[in-house]
T-cell receptor, first 117, second 111 residues
């Protein structure tokens, strides 16, 4: 079974530029998460989808971050414009377990390391 | 507001000995706790979990202990192996809601 795929793996941009990350979850997983992991900290949930609907985006900085999940499968996370403090690893995770227990079993992708200069 | 704290940034253990990783939490609504393991350039992988109705869960070399009164959990690895060297994250959930992660502990197992 293929795992969660993410691309690109690394991205370097200048502040005020835009960037997009792509995630392909494990086939059949209805729940998809995007996390931000800043160096020295644990992953922090940005947004959670159930199929193509948003379940929780309370920690997403909506003035600059946006995310969508097309047809309930792939997802993209966009930052526009980027700030220095957005430098982090962006992790995508998916789960086959329906809410509310989906948090108990998440499979993570390798992440995208973003550096904003 | 750090609801999940891993106060030891790193731990070094000799191969074959016990590794003990600690985690404290502040939110009394947390009812499920998980440990994830992360190698460099990879995403976290699930290791072991425990429900708040239990005080111990064991899986091979890995045991998690939960002390609800102290709001403390620990992960024991016995015996430790060089392949266990990784970053270990403690995470907690309240009623299946989003996971809240600690900052992680880097474990180095020396051979």
């Amino acid at each position: 079974e293929a795992g969660v795929a993410q691309s690109p793996r690394y991205k370097i941009i200048e502040k005020r530029q835009s960037v997009a990350f792509w995630c392909n979850p494990i086939s059949g997983h209805a729940t998809l998460y995007w996390y931000q992991q800043i160096l020295g900290q644990g992953p922090k949930l940005l947004i959670q989808f159930q199929n193509n609907g948003v379940v929780d985006d309370s920690q997403l900085p909506k003035d600059r971050f946006s995310a969508e999940r097309l047809k309930g499968v792939d997802s993209t996370l966009k930052i526009q414009p980027a700030k220095l403090e957005d430098s982090a690893v962006y992790l995508c995770a998916s789960s086959s377990i329906p809410l509310p227990a989906s948090s108990y079993e998440q499979y993570f992708g390798p992440g995208t390391r973003l550096t904003v200069t | 507001d750090q609801q999940v704290k891993q106060n030891s940034p790193s731990l070094s253990v000799q191969e074959g000995r016990i590794s003990i990783l600690n985690c404290d939490y502040t939110n009394s609504m947390f009812d499920y706790f998980l440990w994830y393991k992360k190698y460099p350039a990879e995403g976290p992988t699930f290791l072991i979990s425990i429900s708040s109705i239990k005080d111990k869960n064991e899986d091979g070399r890995f045991t998690v202990f939960l002390n609800k009164s102290a709001k403390h959990l620990s992960l024991h690895i016995v015996p430790s192996q060089p392949g266990d060297s990784a970053v270990y994250f403690c995470a907690a959930s309240a009623g299946g809601n989003k996971l809240v992660f600690g900052a992680g502990t880097i474990l180095r197992v020396k051979s």
